[in-house]
Every structure is written in structure tokens, then in C-alpha cells.
Nanobody, 124 residues
């Protein structure tokens, strides 16, 4: 079993900053890519940012230059620093662990795994 728990959401004024954190727990040997996705009311879930186990990052065009993703693979955590927030960033943000390898002696993977989501609201 793998659990992802997000924290750090909340209400902020436009131009402000928030930092989201996500911790993965359970039987985890390694995680491939981790990332953040978001879903606004009436819209589909969309990618915000991802980071591989080697540290390669990928960002949605809408957040490039404003958001920074980071991870601590030893602690199985991923963070999202969100700066210069805009009202259009308002959404539920979900943490994602793409492929989880559970034991060193097997190449068995599960995933993707998702957190329960954390609300980010940016007021104008």
C-alpha cells in the first residue's frame, strides 16, 4: 500500500506564494517520477509539474517561471513552490507518484498513486 498526503494549500491573494508538500509512505523502495496535477471546477485534471528520480523537471507552460518543483527521494517527498499566484491557479492540487517499486528484490511496480488533494484558492 502507498499513501500520499498533501499539505500546504490555502487561500492567498494574487501575487502571493504558497508551498505544497507531499509525503509518500508505505512499502516503498523507489519512486520513478513524482508530480503535481490540478483540477479546477468544471475542468479536467491537468499536469502542473513533474520531476523524475534523476531530477529532471517538466512544467506546464502556464506555470513556467512561477512554480518550482523539488523532491527528496530519500524521504519520498515532493514539494511545489508556487510564486506570483494568479486567480486562474485556483484548483484542487493532487500529488502523484507515477511508478512505485516496493522491494529491492523484485521489479514489481504499482501506480500511479494519487493523494487526496489540497485546495488552493487565489483571490483577485
Amino acid at each position: 500500500q502507498v499513501q500520499l498526503v498533501e499539505s500546504g494549500g490555502g487561500l492567498v491573494q494574487a501575487g502571493g506564494s504558497l508551498r505544497l508538500s507531499c509525503a509518500a509512505s508505505g512499502s516503498i523502495f523507489s519512486i520513478s517520477a513524482m508530480g503535481w496535477y490540478r483540477q479546477a471546477p468544471g475542468k479536467q485534471r491537468e499536469l502542473v509539474a513533474t520531476i523524475t528520480s534523476s531530477g529532471s523537471t517538466n512544467y506546464a507552460d502556464s506555470v513556467k517561471g512561477r512554480f518550482v518543483i523539488s523532491r527528496d527521494s530519500a524521504r519520498n517527498t515532493v514539494n511545489l513552490q508556487m510564486n506570483s499566484l494568479k486567480p486562474e491557479d485556483t484548483a484542487v492540487y493532487y500529488c502523484n507518484a507515477d511508478r512505485v517499486r516496493h522491494f529491492s528484490f523484485t521489479t514489481f511496480y504499482t501506480g500511479p498513486h494519487w493523494g487526496q488533494g489540497t485546495q488552493v484558492t487565489v483571490s483577485s
